[in-house]
């Protein structure tokens, strides 16, 4: 009998789901491009994805959205990324398009006179994760400065 309820605690323990984290480390560059009618910036960011569990975990569709003055700017969508094996993290490098077609921002980025051209960027985060019969949406909100007049910007953490 003790031998059993021992046996059922371990399976638990060993079965019970942990969290699946989400973190961002640091923007790693912003690549900004000027058009005649628009300003594109290519941003990469370095994040890590944390699996407490004791189970491997399928990373099944990943979405950032990148927001500037709580306008939609630009998405990423990426599907079937690598699995994390049970009690690992790993760091991705992910990129997004921001194509800035708001005339105001448009010329804040260009303008001659001024010589710093941060922008306030939200992005928000989704992943859905697969593990064990288990589906389930981890999120994330986050917000970095980035400057839209040059490509100046360097690795520096998120906050």
């Known amino acids: 009998m003790a031998l059993c309820l021992f046996l059922c605690c371990l399976i ?7 969290s699946v984290t989400l973190t961002p480390v640091s923007v790693l560059s912003v690549m900004v491009y000027f ?4 300003v594109e ?7 890590n994805i944390t699996n407490d569990n004791f189970s491997p975990v399928q990373i099944v569709e990943f979405n950032v959205q ?32 921001l194509p800035i077609t708001d005339k105001g921002l448009n010329s804040y980025c260009k303008s001659n006179s001024i010589k ?10 989704t992943m859905n994760i697969s593990y064990l019969a ?20 360097i690795p520096h953490p998120v906050r």
């Open 12 to 18: 638990l323990f060993f079965l019970f789901p942990r």
């Open 35 to 38: 058009t005649p009618d628009t």
């Open 41 to 47: 910036m290519e941003v990469k960011n370095l994040i």
């Open 66 to 97: 990148g927001l500037v003055s709580d306008i939609v700017v630009g998405k990423t969508k990426i599907s079937n990324m690598t699995g994390l094996k049970s009690r690992s993290q790993r760091s991705y490098t992910i990129q997004i398009d």
């Open 116 to 125: 710093i051209h941060t922008l306030f960027l939200e992005l928000q985060m």
């Open 134 to 153: 288990h589906t389930e949406q981890v999120s994330l909100n986050t917000f970095e400065y980035i400057d839209c007049g040059t490509n100046s910007t």
